[in-house]
């Protein structure tokens, strides 16, 4: 019988040991795998290889087919058995299949963390692979079904309060590095947990780009914005009032900075004391009375920024028609301030991204895990304070005029 003839795998490995030129361990690990394929493939068929069984035999072989198998041993080049009838895949190599799943997984997670693809073909070659930076930016690529459905996923239930800022990233665009915005839009829902529920990538923070940008977010189901939290930019500010037609409160932190920018590094201190009381107040009143008296004391040193905060005020104070409990968070776009700083972590080590998909790709991948763990950990606000909300007449929406007794009136609601 044939089968009786095949070389066991000490008469492989002795066969290999009697050339002197060959490479011991690869051609050893070649042979015996040829070996293991020239068996499994009589048993599948029913036939040894030249043996004429007709009655029992499945099907033929037709040839082989070449496949490149990357081992510690070096790259080997397998001749895998084809049939004419059905297919054959090496048993040996279905582990194989598992660990290339465990390694697009080891590389889409390096990408996420901000590895560029130079290091990560670094990464995958000292655990005795080879891959390719094309195949690495592929690889990465496969993330790019799970960020498009992320971004378009239909938004369900209301949303009382909308945070949107932007940072600016290195993008090569057309044979040249450009600097664009990615566009954060993140919202607490109705449930009183916080979500990111969308983003971009422009040239530039224009109007036309945040308008586009907040109709797509209304065209996927965003709606019951009570209160829209942002920097200052006209642009964005202007998008919201037409699309949204939502209040806004005017980020307190970046409302500061633009301050400090207009004095003296020593007299930093003194203003961010005497600004950040205003936001601090116990009640709408009190921080009215606070604004007036913070312009009295600069009009005389400080003209331009006395001029600043009068005309500021409505803007920074329109969180305290809110409930009390909502101040702190309402206040400023800090929550996606730390979002944006941890997106800086990881992009700092890619430095300059190849194009837009690549960097929405690891913001998308970021926002989905931050989604998760907010979906699992504490409500943002809690759901019976977001009741309060909820219950405001929707024809009459709170306004930043609203007095301490509304406010209380609201509260006890």
Not at 297 to 310: F, G, S, T, V, W
Request: proline share 4%; glycine share 8%; aromatic share 6%.
């Amino acid at each position: 019988m044939a089968g009786r003839d095949r070389m066991t795998i000490e008469d492989v490995v002795r066969k290999v040991l009697r050339d002197e030129h060959a490479d011991v361990i690869r051609e050893s690990v070649r042979a015996v795998a040829h070996e293991i394929m020239e068996a499994e493939v009589s048993d599948l068929i029913g036939a040894e290889r030249g043996e004429r069984r007709p009655e029992d035999r499945v099907t033929h072989r037709n040839g082989y087919r070449p496949r490149r198998w990357d081992t510690r041993a070096g790259e080997i080049e397998l001749q895998i058995p084809k049939l004419r009838q059905g297919s054959y895949f090496p048993g040996f190599l279905q582990p194989r299949k598992r660990s290339e799943q465990a390694l697009v997984s080891v590389v889409q997670q390096a990408y996420v963390c901000g590895v560029s693809t130079r290091r990560v073909d670094q990464l995958v070659e000292s655990l005795g692979l080879r891959i390719s930076k094309s195949e690495v930016s592929r690889i990465a690529g496969l993330l790019d079904e799970q960020v498009q459905a992320f971004r378009q996923r239909p938004l369900e239930g209301r949303y009382p309060y909308l945070f949107v800022d932007a940072k600016v990233e290195k993008v090569r665009d057309g044979g040249r590095v450009a600097r664009k915005c990615v566009v954060i839009a993140h919202a607490v829902h109705e449930s009183g947990r916080r979500e990111i529920i969308g983003l971009d990538v422009g040239e530039a923070e224009t109007e036309a780009f945040w308008r586009d940008f907040l109709r797509s977010l209304v065209a996927r189901g965003l709606v019951g914005v009570q209160l829209a939290i942002s920097d200052a930019h006209p642009g964005l500010k202007n998008a919201l009032a037409q699309v949204l037609g939502a209040p806004w409160q005017r980020c307190t932190v970046h409302f500061l900075r633009d301050l400090r920018g207009h004095v003296r590094k020593d007299q930093h201190d003194v203003l961010g004391a005497l600004v950040r009381g205003i936001f601090t107040a116990g009640s709408l009143q009190e921080a009215r009375q606070r604004f007036g008296e913070a312009i009295g004391q600069l009009e005389a040193r400080l003209p331009k920024i006395a001029a600043m905060l009068e005309e500021a005020e409505d803007d920074v104070l329109a969180f305290y028609a809110f409930p009390a409990e909502h101040w702190s968070k309402l206040r400023s776009t800090n929550p996606l301030e730390r979002f944006n700083r941890e997106i800086g972590r990881r992009t700092d080590v890619v430095g300059i991204f190849p194009d837009d998909a690549s960097l929405i790709r690891l913001v998308s991948m970021l926002a989905i895990e931050a989604n998760d763990e907010w979906l699992v950990g504490r409500s943002y606000i809690s759901k019976q304070s977001m009741a309060t909300v909820l219950s405001a007449p929707k024809e009459q929406p709170l306004t930043m005029t609203i007095d301490d007794q509304e406010v209380a009136e609201l509260v006890a609601a």
